[in-house]
Nanobody, 127 residues
Framework: QLQLVESGGGLVQPGGSLRLSCAASGFTLDYYAIGWFRQAPGKEREGVSYIRSSGSSTYYADSVKGRFTISRDNVKNTVYLQMNSLKPEDTAVYYC????????????????????WGQGTQVTVSS
């Protein structure tokens, strides 16, 4: 069974950091690009970051540039999202998603381009 599992979410104070993990089971991530998305209450799901299967290209939403870093360890079959300088507006459920397509700057944020999704992990930024 192909599965993505996110972990690492939690409650953090503004300015704090968290590292999310997206682990794959039932398949290898070597040939998959990964996107991180988030959805806050009452808002639409939005793309946060993306990394190609090779790790050669990464993209970020403007709202997280300079604060978040996406990376991958294909040996561990895991993709990470390091989140620094967190703000209350970063509060959301964070999802990772996998695709065999090598997406580009104009289309990585489109949910329809991803084939597998995790169940999400809650990130709450609050004092």
């Amino acid at each position: 069974q192909l599965q993505l599992v996110e972990s690492g979410g939690g409650l953090v104070q503004p300015g704090g950091s968290l590292r999310l993990s997206c682990a794959a089971s039932g398949f290898t991530l070597d040939y998959y690009a990964i996107g991180w998305f988030r959805q806050a209450p009452g808002k639409e799901r939005e793309g946060v970051s993306y990394i190609r299967s090779s790790g050669s290209s990464t993209y970020y939403a403007d709202s997280v540039k300079g604060r978040f870093t996406i990376s991958r360890d294909n040996v561990k079959n895991t993709v990470y999202l390091q989140m620094n300088s967190l703000k209350p507006e970063d509060t959301a459920v964070y999802y990772c998603a996998a695709t065999r397509r090598q997406l580009l700057l104009f289309n990585w944020v489109a949910s329809m381009n991803y084939d597998y999704w995790g169940q999400g992990t809650q990130v709450t930024v609050s004092s």
